[in-house]
């Protein structure tokens, strides 16, 4: 893809270098980190990161969708926060180029993509009778959202978790013909095999098997991992993001329609939950043909667009100031799709209000930090974290000048505990901040989480903590998670947390 990186806006304290010099920098850094850290806490505002939240996920920004008019606007929406907080009389900021252009520390960074839409009224009908109704698309189904057009009427093949791979002694596709057939497959992997079992996998040998569509669904037994998560039985919006050739049509449906597909098959009673446990232990294939129909319709329209990240710069005053500490948080969204607005509050209004009060914060005190810090409004994370891998393969600070990298995810829901992953880094600093923040009894230590935008910062060996309000997050990829299921609290915890993380790392020795 092709990139371009573009001056943006600005954001300085009272103490910012402006054209290299402190403005009233307080020096004794380890006398004044404490002190202001105390006070600047005491200003964390839980209300402008609810109206920040309420207006991010509202209808004015339509889900922010990667690359559409939505996200083009939310990212102005940051841009002129950042703006707001600049304090050496520069003019409002937009997207477009301008003939007075900022002095050189602030960005936009833009990259094409192109995005695809579900339209309204997507139809997916299973036969389990002959008068049975369609499905209701959110509570039992939902297109894959980069899925193709659909329209098709094939019989349903159960196909255990859709893996073929012989070498390891397991082929879902070895006693069944799946040719112009919709398959049926489990999201995850037998607990004995040991190979990849990712969804692009499963698709690509699908489409190899010559099955015209599929179905995907979790299934009724959970891992501790998913447990731990609250994942359900309800499909979520989801991106197949692969890149392996040409696209099947593909739904996530409920695992109760799935259970039903699979209890109206031609073998008897078959219980998904026995069939399940059985593949995942001992990795012998169950697969067969259900003698069920789906028929599958709909229309998915592609366009072109511009992903947009949004970043803005304290630079920090002393001789360490070109080392950075980078804050990022995505703030794009799933959109309007099939006829319903994903509003994306708590993924990721939330952590974007987060990451914007903490630079409200840090832009009022009376000096600037030691390191710079970099604040960076990520889009494309849901689309496999195009923002992120934009930024590392043409980063505004070099990597090897990036201290860290403190990434802000589902920042508005949960147990009031905090969920903090930590790479690169002695786990003794996540603590310490905790510490600062009077929270330390509430946090949760781990190392590398998998999923983030994090994850292309340690691919690049630049350390990372993950920042994530722990507990279930029950409208994960729903159309219900709007900004009223907001929890104020834990949401002020996250921000109290961020903002003494980040102090400590750009002020320690």
């Known amino acids: 893809m092709r990139y371009s990186t573009i001056v943006l806006a600005s954001i300085c304290g009272a103490a910012s270098i402006i054209g290299g010099a402190p403005t009233g920098a307080i020096l004794d850094s380890t006398i004044y980190a404490g002190n202001w850290l105390e006070s600047g806490l005491e200003q964390v505002s839980v209300d402008r990161m609810l109206a920040d939240i309420k207006e991010l996920s509202g209808p004015t920004f339509g889900g922010r969708q990667t690359g559409t008019d939505d996200d083009h606007e939310s990212a102005t929406f940051i841009a002129d926060r950042f703006s707001d907080l600049r304090l050496h009389g520069l ?9 007075n252009p900022l002095p050189e520390r602030e960005w936009k960074q833009t990259a094409p993509v192109v995005t695809q839409t579900i339209q309204r009224d997507p139809l997916l009908r299973i036969g389990l009778t002959s008068d049975h109704p369609p499905l209701q698309i959110g509570s039992d189904f939902l297109p894959i959202l980069d899925s193709p057009s659909a329209e098709i ?4 093949v159960f196909v255990g978790y859709g893996l073929s791979d012989p070498a390891q002694g397991l082929d879902d596709y070895a006693d069944v013909d799946v040719r112009n057939k919709v398959v049926l497959f489990l999201r995850g992997k037998p607990n004995t095999y040991k190979g990849n079992a990712a969804h692009g996998d499963k698709e690509r040998i699908a489409r190899e098997k010559g099955a015209v569509a599929y179905l995907t669904a979790t299934g009724p037994v959970l891992t501790p991992y998913e447990l731990r998560r609250g994942v359900t039985g ?5 991106y197949a ?13 409920s695992t109760d329609i799935a259970e039903a597909i699979v209890q109206s098959g031609t073998q008897g009673n078959q219980q998904l939950r026995d069939l399940q446990s059985e593949i995942s232990k001992s990795g012998t294939s169950r697969s067969f043909a259900t003698g069920v129909t789906a028929r599958l319709r709909w229309t998915t329209l592609s ?9 803005s710069l304290i630079r920090g005053y002393s001789p360490a100031a070109q080392e950075t500490v980078i804050i ?17 509050a708590d993924d990721n209004a939330s952590g974007t209000a987060v990451m914007l009060e903490v630079a409200r914060v840090l832009a009022s005190a009376p000096s600037a930090p030691k390191r710079s810090i970099l604040f960076v409004s990520f889009s494309g994370e849901e689309r496999g974290l195009l923002g992120s891998r934009l930024y590392v393969s043409q980063p505004i600070v070099p990597l090897t000048s990036t201290q860290s990298m403190i990434n802000i995810d589902h920042a508005g829901v949960g147990n009031g505990r905090l969920t903090v992953g930590v790479t690169g880094l002695d786990k003794d600093v996540a603590m310490e901040a905790g510490q600062a923040a009077g929270l330390s009894g509430q946090l949760d230590l781990f190392g590398f989480f998998p999923g983030g935008d994090h994850v292309p910062f340690k691919e690049a060996e630049v350390p990372t903590i993950t920042v994530v309000s722990g507990g279930v997050h029950p409208h994960f990829h729903q159309p219900t998670d709007t900004a009223d299921t907001i929890d104020p609290d834990v949401l002020k915890t996250v921000a109290r947390y961020v903002l003494a993380l980040t102090w400590k790392l750009a002020n320690e020795p």
Not at 91 to 99: D, P, T
Not at 234 to 238: H, I, L, N, R, S
């Open 153 to 156: 009427f094939a019989p349903i």
């Open 234 to 238: 309800v499909p979520t919006a989801f």
């Open 241 to 253: 993001g692969t890149d392996q050739g040409p696209r099947l049509p593909g739904a996530w449906i």
């Open 303 to 311: 366009s072109p667009g511009t992903l947009y990240n949004v970043l």
């Open 91 to 99: 003019g409002a900021s937009s997207l477009e180029n301008r003939s």
């Open 328 to 344: 990022g948080a995505h703030r794009d969204h799933f959109g309007r799709q099939g006829g319903l607005m994903f509003a994306g």
